[in-house]
Structures are given as structure tokens and as C-alpha cells.
């Protein structure tokens, strides 16, 4: 039975948020002080993090979802208007995600409202859990900060953190590919990240996640995605890095035996940076997929790929939320380990937008599903601008 489209988006975004937990308590850490921490075999469950012993998710789930709901918002202001260029609400909405780490919106000296209405507003910025500070890049915080510009304009700093890539993926679980979830992507990025990498390196994960949710192998999605960056200036990094990460999938599908963390940092580098961050997030998918076809099952499959991908000395909730990510959307919600959700802080919260983002655009990925304007879209939860 193939895996529907609203089950990938469930897992996609439930599962970025496990591995970002999973890896939130060893962010920072080398891997011989994980092993100390955790045990000889690194992370392999939550750990305490931020006050809590199953331990928090950071803001890559915080923002990601603060993106899917602006996707909402856009798509709602399109049904009204006829038309909306989804950047303008999309800044709005890294702009809620602002306010809620202490930088006031609108009033005096408060950052202001891009599109048609207040930045403050609709339901997702209520929820307490969002304006919890969790180690917040700089980049996205100066980055916003320093708006207003104009939103197509990149930021101007020559960042490629990973702080863009990490929190795209509901952008290629939005739209398909003939919608240029790349582009939409890159540009979203690009708000907080001017260096061409950090806006391409997002391009590139969301055009793979949307060959995702169509039930593509993950190979033959990131074949695509190397055909959509081919055709762009600057991509030579980007491209180098998830050939990089092809590469060590391919070597691990002929020995057998799973890259160790030191393997991982030495091939990929540590995940702070966007192409890296992307290319450990896709080697350890791509050892998720081979344990698949060799007899594991999705969930052991999501598993391995997961625990993989934030056991390194690097960006460990970056790596893992984006492995989570591609693993959900390869796989769907049901590979996703029951212990795991049920100690998912916010899962109710993460299933709800997952809901709404998969009830808003299904009629793009299915054409007997109803539209926005048939079923009526919730103006109140997400008001159109």
C-alpha cells in the first residue's frame, strides 16, 4: 500500500522535530564527549535537555513551523486576492518567530508587519513552547532584525549557516515540483542567509523532500534535485557536498558497514554550515534507505538513520532535524518510533500544523482532494496576510 501524502507530511515534520531533539542535549559536543555522556554508543534515546529529562526540541522545529504556518497564511491571502507572492507573508512569519525570542514586533522600536496585516497575529504565536529560547543562530536573528528591506532582496551578509536549510522542508512538503519548490525555497533562506550556498543548500532539500512526498527513492530525489542546481550560479559547493554524500552512501551500500562519527566529520565536515549540514543530514538517510532494502523495516530503518545523524562532532539538532525530515517524508509517520513520539515535546502541536499544512495543499498532490475554497480555510487560525 503506498504511504498517502498527508502521512509524509505528518512525518516529515514530527520527525525533523525527534531528531532535533535527539540531538539538542549533544549539540555542542565532540563525539568522545557524547560517548562520555551517553555511553559507548553515543545518543541512542532522549536525553535531558533545557530542563526537561526526555530532553527539547530547538528552534530549527520552532522556525520550521513558524514556516509552515506562513505557507498557510500565503496560500489563504491567495484564495482571497486571486494572487500573493508568497515571500511577503513568509518574512511576516520569520518575523512572529522573532517576537517570540524577546525582539518586540511592531510598536516603538518593534520590527513591523512586511504584508497586509499585523505581525502579532493568528494562532500558532500564542503557543508558550515557541518562545522559549533555544540556542538561536545569530545569523537569523541579525538577519531579521535588520528588516525592513526589501523582501526579495537576500540578506546582506555572506553567511551560509545552516540556520536556512533547517527549517525549509515544509516548503518542498507544500508544493510539487512543478510549483519550483527550490526557488521558493532558496529565497525563503535567503531572508537571513545572503551567501549563495546557504540559499541553494535550501533549494536543494526541499526539491528532494517534494520528490519525497510523490514516493520517489531518495537517490533518484536527490537526482533531481542535482539537476535543478546544475542549471545555477555559485552551486559548486552545494553539488560537491551532496556528491560527497552520495559518495559515502554508495561506499557503505557496497561494504556494508555504517560510517562511524569520525568517518561522518572527516568526509562531510561538522553540519554548521549549510552544504554540510545537508550532506550529513542525506548520507545518513541514504543508510537508512539501503538498511530498508536489505530487510529493516521503515522504523528501524528511521531509526538508524536518525541516531547516525546526530552522533558526530558537529551540528547535531541541525543534522538530525534534517535527516528526520527526509526520513519522514521517505517513509511516513508509521516509521516513526512510538517511544519517541510520545516523549516528542509539543507532538500534538507539530501534528496540528502537520494536519493543516497537509489539508491546505493536498489538492495540489491529489487531484480528488478537496480545495481551500471548497472546505473553507480557517481564516481565524491562519488569517491571510
Known amino acids: 500500500m503506498s504511504t498517502k501524502y498527508a502521512a509524509r ?6 520527525g525533523g522535530a525527534i531528531g532535533d531533539q535527539l ?6 559536543d565532540p563525539i568522545e564527549a557524547i560517548r562520555e555522556k551517553c555511553g559507548p554508543d553515543g545518543v541512542t534515546r532522549f536525553i535531558p535537555s533545557w530542563g526537561r529529562r526526555e530532553g527539547r526540541f530547538t528552534d530549527d522545529t520552532q522556525m520550521t513551523l513558524f514556516v509552515a504556518e506562513g505557507l498557510i497564511r500565503a496560500d489563504n491571502q491567495a484564495w482571497r486576492e486571486g494572487d500573493c507572492d508568497p515571500l511577503v507573508p513568509l518574512t511576516d512569519a520569520h518575523l512572529r518567530w522573532l517576537h517570540t525570542q524577546g525582539i518586540p514586533a511592531e510598536g516603538e522600536n518593534g520590527v513591523e508587519a512586511k504584508g497586509f496585516g499585523k505581525v502579532v497575529s493568528g494562532w500558532l504565536v500564542g503557543h ?11 545569523t537569523c536573528l541579525m538577519g531579521l532584525k535588520a528588516l525592513p528591506r526589501d523582501p526579495l532582496v537576500p540578506a546582506r551578509n555572506a553567511s551560509k549557516g545552516c540556520g536556512g536549510v533547517m527549517r525549509v522542508a515544509p516548503v518542498g512538503l507544500a508544493f510539487p515540483i ?34 519525497l512526498c510523490v514516493g520517489a527513492p531518495l ?16 552551486a559548486d559547493e552545494t553539488l560537491a557536498a551532496i556528491r560527497s554524500a552520495v559518495d559515502l552512501g554508495g561506499k557503505v551500500r557496497s561494504s556494508g558497514a555504517a560510517p562511524t562519527p569520525e568517518w561522518i566529520e572527516t568526509v562531510l565536515g561538522g553540519g554548521w554550515i549549510a552544504e554540510e549540514a545537508l550532506a550529513i543530514a ?10 530498508h532494502r536489505t530487510g529493516a523495516s521503515p522504523e528501524e530503518s528511521f531509526r538508524a538513520g536518525v541516531l547516525l545523524a546526530v552522533n558526530h562532532s558537529g551540528d547535531s539538532d541541525s ?14 509517520e508509521a516509521a516513526l518510533p512510538s517511544e519517541w513520539l510520545a516523549d ?42
Not at 507530511?9 to 514530527?14: C, E, I, K, N
Not at 542525506?282 to 538498511?291: D, K, N, P, R
Open 9 to 14: 507530511v505528518r512525518g516529515a515534520l514530527l
Open 23 to 28: 540531538g539538542a542535549g549533544v549539540e555542542f
Open 128 to 138: 508558550d513552547v515557541l518562545h522559549a529560547e533555544r540556542a538561536p543562530g545569530n
Open 178 to 211: 512543478d510549483w519550483n519548490p527550490f526557488e521558493m525555497a532558496a529565497d525563503f533562506a535567503g531572508l537571513t542567509h545572503g551567501h549563495p550556498t546557504g540559499r541553494l543548500a535550501a533549494g536543494a532539500l526541499a526539491a528532494i523532500i517534494t520528490e
Open 219 to 234: 537517490r533518484a530525489a536527490i537526482a533531481t534535485a542535482v539537476a535543478e542546481l546544475s542549471d545555477w550560479e555559485a
Open 282 to 291: 542525506l548520507a545518513c538517510a541514504l543508510v537508512a534507505e539501503e538498511s
Open 319 to 332: 543534522t538530525g532535524a534534517i535527516c528526520g525530515n527526509l526520513l519522514g517524508a521517505r517513509f511516513g
Open 344 to 385: 516528542l515535546e509539543a507532538a500534538e502541536l507539530i501534528g496540528t500544523v502537520a494536519d493543516d499544512l497537509a489539508r491546505q495543499f493536498g489538492s495540489l498532490w491529489d487531484e480528488e482532494a478537496p480545495t481551500p475554497e471548497e472546505f473553507g480555510p480557517d481564516l481565524e487560525r491562519y488569517p491571510p496576510w
